[in-house]
């Protein structure tokens, strides 16, 4: 079911939960500010989703209230996952779903990284 980005963090979505280690996940990276684990239903060879620790809804909420040190930081860490898991050559793909039209599911902001194959047309038709 597609959520609402402009409602407010909800604490029991299943990010929220994962942060709180009350659900496993098959971690890929961890520090103070970020999260990063396999994708439960992966879309490619590899499918690793990287979330900030902090309560962001989505990609709109994250820009608009995390500070710039979490943003870059957060930013910086996307690039270092990608590149110590070797995805930079021969390349991959980053994903951020917002809302209903965007695909968005859980409401924890989520950048969707995809790697392995070549990944084929941006959008589907
Ligand atoms: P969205 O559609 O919100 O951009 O993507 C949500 C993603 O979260 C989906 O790719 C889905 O497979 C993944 N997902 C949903 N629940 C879980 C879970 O409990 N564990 C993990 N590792 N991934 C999940």
């Excluded at 608009?64 to 870059?72: G, K, L, S, V, Y």
């Amino acid at each position: 079911m597609p959520i609402d980005p402009t409602l407010p963090y909800d604490d029991n979505n299943i990010f929220a939960k994962i942060l709180r280690g009350e659900i496993p996940c098959n971690k890929v990276y961890e520090d103070d500010a970020v999260l990063a684990f396999h994708d439960i239903a992966p879309q490619a060879p590899a499918h690793i989703l990287v979330i900030p620790k902090g309560r962001y809804v989505s990609w709109d909420d994250f820009s608009a209230r995390a500070n710039d040190t979490e943003i870059a930081g957060f930013i910086r860490i996307v690039g270092k996952i990608a590149r110590e898991q070797g995805y930079v050559q021969p390349g991959y793909r980053l994903l951020a779903n917002v809302g209903a039209d965007g695909g968005q599911e859980v409401p924890h902001l989520h950048v969707h990284l995809f790697a392995g194959k070549p990944l084929g047309r941006m959008i589907a038709e």
